[in-house]
């Protein structure tokens, strides 16, 4: 809304002062750090309004799994859903300052915001029916699945560069492979995974938010740069034109982040749910694959990566064999088997997170 500014700046043709305000609006840089300033604002000022409404609605409020650490049963009671928090800063953030003519804006947000409603419904069964298990896991990955298609179809046919059905590899200058159509697929495949990844790494308080805001700060850094024909040449990355946009829309999450935190710190006043880590997940999958970056996201989110691998390695191990390779999965609750403390595990993981983040970006500079 708020890049609907930059038209007026002609207007003024005797008032330089008045244009030089309102040209700022043309910079990423800035409208970033206004979507920024924005979610964050939002979710501070909403939040403690949407916490009690859920806590209202949702009476027992999220239930605990019997099997889980004994630690747990203390959280009885709290609120879930609070990826709404996260959400609706997000979209007020995006709206009033992304360029609203910028089309990897709005598939990027559809595909945040379908997921956020997979989630949602996700949640909603479980505190109605009090139950850990939401519906059926094929029929919500379907849905997903139909989402990153639909949305990996629109990226592709948006950049019509032969590049667009490519599959870039870090660290070297000009090897891509070359997957023609099959490029939906795969994207989608990374979409659908990072959103369940993401999901599956939200056991703790504060441990999936902090996380995902160090890897969409990351991306909002490749955005940018990918976006610009002159970085991209510099680095030797792949150039899409448009796609800096979507370092505002990474902004309005980190800022909504940052506001949801403040809920979520030990001990949570609200738990995230699958409204929120799924949605957030398939944002960051749908960002890597519009950049062309999608096996950096596999190294910056790469605490995620290994939160679903711990998950299908335990799986595959006890139907194979009949045993157990880690205590409790996903991995974090290894680690809480183990005697580690919460405080432990989800500062010991930010941890992680970072110098994955690092190993990430360096990519963009080491070819």
């Given amino acids: 809304m708020f890049y609907w500014l930059i038209e007026l700046s002609n207007t003024f043709p005797g008032l330089g002062a008045v244009r030089t305000v309102l040209n700022v609006f ?9 979507a920024i300033a924005t979610g964050a604002l939002f979710v501070f000022l909403f939040g403690p309004w949407i916490i009690d409404h859920l806590r209202i ?4 409020g999220q239930p605990i799994r019997t099997d889980g650490p004994q630690s747990h049963f203390a959280k009885k009671g709290t609120p879930t859903m609070g990826g709404l928090m996260i959400l609706s800063g997000l979209t007020v953030g995006t709206v009033l300052w992304a360029n609203p003519l910028n089309p990897y804006v709005w598939i990027v947000l559809a595909v945040t915001l379908g997921f956020g409603f997979v989630g949602f419904y996700d949640d909603y069964l479980k505190v109605t029916k009090q139950t850990t298990s939401g519906f059926g896991g094929k029929l919500r990955l379907l849905i997903e699945a139909v989402i990153a298609l639909v949305a990996c179809y629109a990226l592709v046919r948006l950049n019509r560069d032969p590049a667009s059905t490519a599959l870039t590899i870090p660290f070297l200058k ?11 697929v795969f994207g989608a495949f990374v979409i659908v ?4 990844a993401v999901n599956l790494t939200d056991g703790l308080d504060g441990l999936a938010i902090v996380p995902v805001m160090i890897a969409t700060t990351s991306f909002a850094l490749i955005a940018y740069l990918a976006g610009n ?3 991209a040449d510099y680095l030797q990355i792949k150039y899409v034109a448009g796609t800096g946009e979507l370092a505002v829309l990474c902004g ?14 030990p001990p949570a006043s609200i738990f995230m749910g699958d409204t929120g880590s799924l949605a957030l997940g398939g944002m960051l999958g749908s960002i890597a694959v519009a950049v062309k970056h999608e096996i950096v996201l596999a190294v910056i989110g790469g605490l995620f990566v290994l939160e679903a691998v711990s998950v299908i390695v ?5 139907k194979l064999t009949g045993k157990r390779i880690f205590r409790m999965a996903p991995i ?27 190993a990430g970006l360096s990519t963009l500079k080491l070819r």
């Fill in 26 to 34: 043309r910079y990423i840089t800035f409208r970033t750090g206004g």
């Fill in 57 to 60: 609605r949702q009476g027992k």
């Fill in 174 to 184: 000009d090897t891509v492979l070359h997957f023609g159509w099959f490029f939906v």
């Fill in 193 to 196: 995974g990072a959103g369940n």
């Fill in 229 to 231: 024909a002159v970085f």
């Fill in 252 to 265: 309005a999450l980190f800022g909504a982040g940052l506001g949801f935190l403040w809920f979520n710190a």
């Fill in 314 to 318: 335990q799986v595959v191990s006890f």
């Fill in 332 to 358: 974090h609750h290894h680690f809480e088997q183990l005697g580690w403390t919460e405080p432990q595990i989800v500062i010991r993981f930010w941890i992680i997170s970072v110098m994955l983040a690092l």
